[in-house]
């Protein structure tokens, strides 16, 4: 039986309530062949390559969660961060196309303690663009 994969579409401002600023773009590596020249994961379903944009999330802080959020996007090119709007500082960006997925982070479950397990999600957008600032 193949596990269902449900990809739930989500409005930017529901995840991220007060921005992000784009930290980098890197290619996802597929650690199972890592040794290979191309070794960048591909979608499942386009074949598409999968990269990775590192975010810092302005509203975490106040919710205790982490700061730092990772969003894949499938494309055949890198996708490029728009330049900053204030020298110094990261650019703020939004996403089009935002998927949540949600799955169960078992990773706690190694020990011969009890299991930790806590419900995860991971997130996919369409495309990076940069972030609308209201006037």
């Known amino acids: 039986m193949v596990p269902l994969t449900l990809k739930v579409p989500v409005p930017f401002d529901y995840v991220f309530p007060v921005g992000v600023l784009c930290l980098g773009v890197e290619a996802a590596v597929d650690f199972d062949h890592r ?38 996007i499938c494309a055949p090119q890198q996708p490029v961060p728009p330049a900053s709007a204030v020298p110094g500082y990261p650019p703020a960006v939004e996403f089009d196309g935002l998927t949540l997925t949600p799955y169960v982070d078992s990773q706690r479950c190694k020990s011969a303690g009890a299991c930790k397990a806590r419900m995860a999600y991971s997130l996919r957008a369409s495309s990076i663009r940069p972030a609308v600032v209201a006037v």
């Open 35 to 72: 040794h290979d020249p191309d070794n960048q994961v591909r979608d499942k379903e386009t074949g598409e390559r999968v990269w990775v944009v590192r975010v810092l999330d302005l509203a975490a802080g106040k919710f205790g969660r982490t700061t730092e959020v990772k969003v894949k």
